[in-house]
């Protein structure tokens, strides 16, 4: 559904030309003088009733009508209307938020890229502080340049955090604050640019994907170097200075472990804290209440038992790679359902009941395990096995992001979604160049001057036919 | 300056009838069928022609010869003494005396406008007929008076007939119709027929009435113009009707209801003619300006006795 809009709704006082022209049309159609012999006959016929309603006397005829649809498209035309594309009821864009950790590193502050996103003028504004701040400011403008009212922006998020959705002018508050804890960067998922490349998509990021969109939107904030610390092994933290590595010593963080763990736990958290280059303590549950804000790795704890009884079975590490022989209780999963948890592999008991005994979130690991062992001699299964749970499980250090996160790579774009899928510069890769849309303007709709002209001129046609006739 | 001026439409200019190229010869058609069939068997016998005028009637005196008189009134003695060619003039008997009267008021160029309504004034097709009627009375023998305007004309033969036909052809449509005082005119008292050609619109058929008792036919020909006869065809809504003898205007707002009402109004008043002219045994002809004159003719050729 299009709307119609003027580039120059000032003609359009003319239209208040229309009750003068039909004024006087009724004025001419009064002085419309006929000779005739019977006018003895007419003055008889106006003595006899009227067979006709009176209200009928004073209408105009139809070629003043025409006349005057005739004038109103003439005065539209010159006020050159556009069709639109109408506001979409509800949720109508689609807005792909990146909240990858680059996202919350600063944002560009130079005015090309400002004025590449239409920003440059809002000096008012307080500057973005991330470069999600300023794509979203500048995705929002877009919204508003396209005629997307805010009930119809649906913002979505894909990345490491989990997939969340909101609708409303702009994302919610908590999308703007980084993780305090930190992002793990193993278990971090690209944002599924392509698989929503439709016309009624924006994709915000601070980089150009590695496909350009043919039909989707973008709005990249740009991406300039940002020195940093790119990696934390043991003691040693690497910063990349922009140029090079530099090596510093740090404190070794920290892997607590639940005292109350099955012992096979707990000596496999000892190699792999080791391995990983983490100091290792083994604390009592209420130590882990503890807050370690710089150091914190990875906790590994006793969950608290559920409702029914400990079961023996055997547990299914995920895709069956490893079997245990254990026995667990079920997690009272209830009682911490938050954002994050997820379960990892499944305990069958002899009458294939299935419960979930451990579960992770970033920084966490709960085992309801009160004994465990390795069904086979093999003990690299169980090694490798409980190694990758623990892996997507920490946390990654504080400030540490990878290289290719502080990385220089791209510059800002500020792009509209394309109906036909043909866009400058879409064959030229993720560099190619932005499409010649002046961020400072709304789309231009199709014009509709010519077809607005004709109807007046056809119009005018056909009232000069009809007035010819005395209609 | 007057208004009423201003609003003046073109119609109403005076402007001369004029007849189309061929009429003469059309007419002369016309009128040798009509006599054609009005010729009985014995008079085919006779090779004569006893409703030519003055055959069988009274010696009145001599007149020139023109060209198309009757030979058969050449007055070869006359011409045998060298005293010039002149025809025998006789009274009729057996022909009567027709009069012709034209309405050329100034409500007979209605019809006239120019533009996208125009077409033919009332006069113009009134013209035609008079002209014909003319030759078709002369045809059948009897004298006929041609009274239009301010003049009338005695014709008496087919030769004659251009001078009507003069009169006719510059005859301008003016002012008030004056027919009523034609028929109180002496010289028009012998007058058995008399045919009306006009829109009848300023005759009341009362005056008809009192013809009858004089024992004579009256038979009428009337002309309107198609905005008279279907005004919703060319104006419709608010409409100011100007009449053009007297100027005096009246806005209506002509609608179907009005133009039906109108429509009866009319059709009434044309019923009061042909019944006041039935009174005389005369007859009522409907003629619309633009029609052509033949068929018109005709049609009073094969009706009248």
Known sequence: ?471 | MDSRRAHRPSELAPRAGHFPPGFEARVARLVHEAAARRRTPREDQAGAAPRLQGAGGEFAGRRRYRPGDDLRAFDWDLYARGQGEHVRITSPESGERWCVVVDSSASMGVGARTGAHGGRPKLELAVQLAYGLCALGLSWGHQVSLAAGERWLSLSSAADLPLARAALAELPWAGRAELAPWFGRPALARVRRWILVGDLLDLEPRLIAGMAAARRRIDAVAVLAGIEWAPLEHCGGAVKWLDPESLEELEVHVDPGRARDYATALGQHLEHWRSALARTRGMLLLARADDDFEPHLARYARTCP
Not at chain 1, 233 to 255: C, F, I, M
Not at chain 1, 300 to 312: D, K, N, T
């Open chain 1, 1 to 471: 559904m299009n709307s119609l809009a003027f580039q120059h709704p000032w003609a359009l006082w003319a239209l208040c030309l229309l009750p003068a022209v039909a004024w006087l049309a009724l004025r001419g159609r009064r002085g419309a003088v006929h000779a005739t012999g019977t006018l003895g006959l007419w003055r008889r016929t106006l003595e006899t009733p009227r067979t006709e309603p009176p209200r009928a006397r004073r209408t105009l005829p139809l070629s003043a009508w025409v006349a005057l649809a005739a004038l109103v498209f003439g005065i539209a035309a010159l006020a050159h209307p556009t069709a639109q594309a109408a506001p979409r009821v509800g949720p109508a864009w689609t807005l792909v938020v990146d909240r990858s950790p680059s996202m919350y590193l600063p944002a560009p502050t130079d005015e090309r890229s400002l004025a590449t996103l239409g920003l440059a003028s809002a000096g008012a504004e307080p500057r973005a502080a991330t470069r999600l701040e300023l794509a979203v400011r500048a995705a929002a403008r877009m919204c508003e340049s396209a005629g997307i009212p805010p009930e119809s922006r649906r913002w979505r998020s894909d990345g490491p955090l989990g997939k969340s959705e909101f609708v409303g002018p702009l994302p919610p508050e908590d999308w703007f604050t980084a993780p305090t804890r930190g992002l793990d960067p193993l278990g971090a998922s690209p944002t599924p640019f392509e698989s929503l490349d439709r016309s009624d998509c924006i994709w915000v990021s601070d980089c150009e994907p590695r496909t350009a969109p043919l039909f989707a939107g973008r709005v990249c904030s740009g991406a300039r170097t940002v020195p940093g610390p790119v990696a934390q092994d043991g003691a040693t933290l690497r910063v990349w200075n922009g140029v090079g590595l530099e090596d510093s010593t740090v404190e070794r963080r920290v892997l607590r472990v639940d005292r109350g763990l099955p012992e096979p736990l707990r000596r496999f958290a000892a190699v792999w804290a080791e391995a990983r280059g983490f100091a290792r303590e083994e604390v009592e549950p209420e130590g882990l209440d503890a807050f370690l804000p710089d150091r914190h790795a990875l906790d590994l704890v006793g969950a608290e038992r559920g409702s029914g009884p400990a079961q023996a079975g055997t547990f299914f590490a995920p895709e069956d790679r490893v079997r245990f022989s254990a026995t667990g209780f079920e997690i009272a999963l209830a009682r911490e359902p938050g954002p994050g948890w997820e379960p990892w592999g499944r305990l069958e008991d002899p009458e294939g009941r299935r419960l979930t005994v451990v579960r992770r979130r970033l920084g966490w690991v709960e085992f309801s395990f009160e004994s465990l062992a390795p069904r086979t001699q093999d003990a690299a299964p169980f090694a490798v096995a409980l190694g990758e749970l623990l892996d997507g499980a920490v946390v990654a250090a504080p400030e540490v992001l990878p290289w290719s996160e502080r990385a220089a790579v791209g510059e800002a774009c500020f792009e509209f979604p394309s109906e036909a899928g043909i866009r400058p510069g879409a064959s030229a890769g993720p560099r190619g160049g932005p499409r010649p849309v002046p961020p400072g303007g709304a789309p231009r709709g199709q014009s509709l001057v010519s077809w607005f002209a004709w109807a007046a001129a056809l119009l005018a046609l056909g009232g000069l036919l009809l007035a010819s006739r005395g209609r």
